[in-house]
C-alpha cells in the first residue's frame, strides 16, 4: 500500500472531518500522493484546493498583520527581496485573492504556515493593517509538516532544502550533518558492493512498514542507521541521492552560498564550482575565491548550462595545473636551499651588500605571494 505523502489533508484532519465534502478531500489527498510519487512541483494547486476546503470550513477572516509571527520551522529560510516585490506588484494591482494559512497560538497570536510572502510585502511594503486568512490548528510535527509540503515545491532552493532536510534528520537521530554523512556514506558504499544500492530507491513510495520490513532484509541491523535511511525515506527522498546533491550543499563556499540563496545559482552548478577550491587549484583559499566568484558571475550572466559550467571549471582547474606542476620543483629547490642557509648560520657571513639584495629578493617574493 503506498505510503501517504505529503499528508497535507491529514495534517489538519481535525479541521476538515466533519466536512460533508469528506469524500473529496479523500480524492485530493490521493491526487497529492500520485503528485509526490511523480515528483511534480503542482503541490502549491494541492494547496490551494486545501484552502478552498479550510475556507469553506471555518470561514475567511480578516487578521492584523501586526499579530502574525513567521514560522521558525519553516524550509525556505530564503525570501528575497525580488520575490517580495513581485508579490508587491501583484497584490497592487489584483488586491489579495488567496487567503494565508495562519495556525493560532495560546498567546493570541498567529504562525503562518504558508503566505509568509504574501504576509511580508502586505505588512512592511504596503503597510496593510490586516490581512486575509484561514485558520488550522496545530500539527502535531510543526517541522515535518511544513517541510512535506514544501519538498514539492520548485522554488525551495537546494541549500534551504538541504538544510530543512538535515534538520529533520537531526530532530529524528540526534545526528549533525558530518555524523549523518559518514553513517550514511558507510552504509550506502555497503549495499554497493552487496549489489542492492537500486533496491533503495525503489523505497521512496513504499509504505513505512514496508520501507522499514525491506532494510532489514537488505541486512542494514545497526539502529542508528536504520533510523537515518528511514527519516530520509519517510520525507519521501532518495537516500543516495541526497548523499550526492543535498549533503554537499551543505558545506558549500560561503560566496556560493550565497549565490544560491540571493542570487538564484542551481544546485548542480554550484557543486561543479564548488569544485574550484584551494586544494584543487593548490593554491590559496583568496585567489580560489576568486576563481570561483569571476566563474560564477560568468555562469549567472551568460545562463550556462551544467555541461557549459562544467568545460569552464575544466578551463580554468587546467590554467592552474601545468603551471603548479612546472614551478613546484623550483619551489622546492628554493625551499631546500634557503633550509641550508638557515640550518649552517651562513647568513652571518654574507657581505651586507648580499643581505641588502637578499632582503629584497625575499620582499618581492612576498608581495607576489600575497598578491590577490
Not at 476546503?53 to 470561514?59: D, E, H
Not at 475567511?60 to 527581496?81: A, F, G, K, Y
Not at 533496491?199 to 512498514?209: F, I, T, Y
Not at 527522498?237 to 558545506?251: E, G, R
Request: contains cysteine; neutral net charge.
Amino acid at each position: 500500500m503506498p505510503r501517504k505523502f505529503p499528508e497535507i489533508a491529514d495534517q489538519f484532519k481535525s479541521a476538515v472531518q466533519t466536512h460533508s465534502q469528506q469524500k473529496e478531500i479523500d480524492t485530493l489527498r490521493a491526487e497529492v500522493e500520485q503528485l509526490r510519487a511523480k515528483h511534480s512541483p503542482n503541490l502549491e494547486t494541492e494547496l490551494a484546493r486545501l484552502r478552498e476546503q479550510l475556507t469553506s470550513q471555518t470561514g475567511e477572516m480578516e487578521v492584523e498583520t501586526d499579530l502574525i509571527d513567521p514560522n521558525p520551522s519553516q524550509p525556505r529560510q530564503t525570501i528575497t527581496d525580488a520575490e517580495i516585490q513581485k508579490k508587491v506588484r501583484f497584490l497592487t494591482q489584483q488586491g489579495q485573492t488567496v487567503p494565508i494559512i495562519l495556525i493560532p497560538q495560546e498567546n493570541g497570536r498567529y504562525l503562518i504556515f504558508d503566505g509568509e510572502v504574501r504576509w511580508r510585502a502586505a505588512k512592511f511594503k504596503l503597510g496593510w493593517e490586516k490581512i486575509k486568512a484561514v485558520l488550522v490548528p496545530m500539527p502535531d510535527d510543526l517541522h515535518r509538516s511544513a517541510l512535506e509540503t514544501f519538498l514539492g515545491f520548485e522554488d525551495l532552493n537546494p541549500l534551504d532544502k538541504a538544510e530543512a532536510v538535515f534538520r529533520q534528520v537531526k530532530q529524528d537521530t540526534e545526528l549533525d550533518p558530518a555524523k549523518a554523512f559518514t553513517l550514511l556514506n558507510t552504509c550506502l558504499r555497503a549495499m554497493e558492493r552487496s549489489g542492492q544500492i537500486k533496491e533503495l530507491g525503489k523505497l521512496v513510495d513504499a509504505s513505512s512498514e514496508a520501507q522499514a520490513a525491506k532494510l532489514q532484509s537488505l541486512e542494514v541491523t545497526d539502529d542508528l542507521a536504520l533510523k537515518l535511511l528511514l527519516s530520509i525515506l519517510h520525507m519521501g527522498l532518495n537516500p543516495a541521492s541526497v548523499k550526492t546533491q543535498l549533503l554537499p550543499m551543505l558545506s558549500l563556499a560561503d560566496d556560493l552560498k550565497e549565490a544560491v540563496r540571493k542570487r538564484g545559482l542551481k544546485g548542480a552548478h554550484a557543486l561543479i564550482l564548488a569544485t574550484l577550491s584551494a586544494k584543487v587549484l593548490k593554491t590559496n583559499e583568496k585567489i580560489a575565491a576568486k576563481e570561483r566568484i569571476k566563474a560564477t558571475q560568468m555562469v549567472l550572466s551568460q545562463d550556462l548550462t551544467v555541461a557549459k559550467t562544467r568545460e569552464l571549471v575544466t578551463d580554468i582547474k587546467a590554467k592552474y595545473a601545468p603551471s603548479t606542476a612546472i614551478e613546484s620543483k623550483k619551489i622546492t629547490s628554493l625551499i631546500k636551499t634557503l633550509g641550508v642557509v638557515i640550518a649552517r648560520e651562513e647568513l652571518q657571513f654574507a657581505s651586507p651588500e648580499q643581505l641588502v639584495e637578499l632582503r629584497q629578493k625575499l620582499t618581492e617574493a612576498l608581495e607576489v605571494l600575497n598578491k590577490p
